[in-house]
Nanobody, 118 residues
Framework: VQLQASGGGLVQAGGSLTLSCAIS????????MGWYRQTPGKQRELAATMSSDTTANYADSVKGRFTISRDNFRNMVYLQMNNLKPEDTALYYC?????????????WGQGTQVTVSS
């Protein structure tokens, strides 16, 4: 499985960005697509995930500001980020997880940098 993320960049506080991730290869349903983020010296943390039945899960810190969506036909996952804050600055990783039916394997993209200036 390969994941190609895009859409990161530099934005002022209060601005918006949309991240996209194209997933290809051995894709099997049910599955979970999502976004995690990491800043230097800290552990990678959840931003948002969405299962193939469209159940979404958000970190408390992004609820009400970020929206995750997915296109099962195109095997894409998106993260719409609004009202961005400097503390959202991080390297954002696309994530793909197979269900326990398929061995629970997880895959990561290369990361896309989001920088929010104050």
């Amino acid at each position: 499985v390969q994941l190609q993320a895009s859409g990161g960049g530099l934005v002022q506080a209060g601005g918006s960005l949309t991240l996209s991730c194209a997933i290809s290869g051995d894709i099997r349903r049910p599955d979970v697509m999502g976004w995690y983020r990491q800043t230097p010296g800290k552990q990678r943390e959840l931003a948002a995930t969405m299962s193939s039945d469209t159940t979404a899960n958000y970190a408390d810190s992004v609820k009400g500001r970020f929206t995750i969506s997915r296109d099962n036909f195109r095997n894409m996952v998106y993260l719409q980020m609004n009202n961005l804050k400097p503390e959202d600055t991080a390297l954002y990783y696309c994530h793909y997880q197979l269900s326990p039916l398929w061995g629970n394997r997880a895959y990561w993209g290369q990361g896309t940098q989001v920088t929010v200036s104050s």
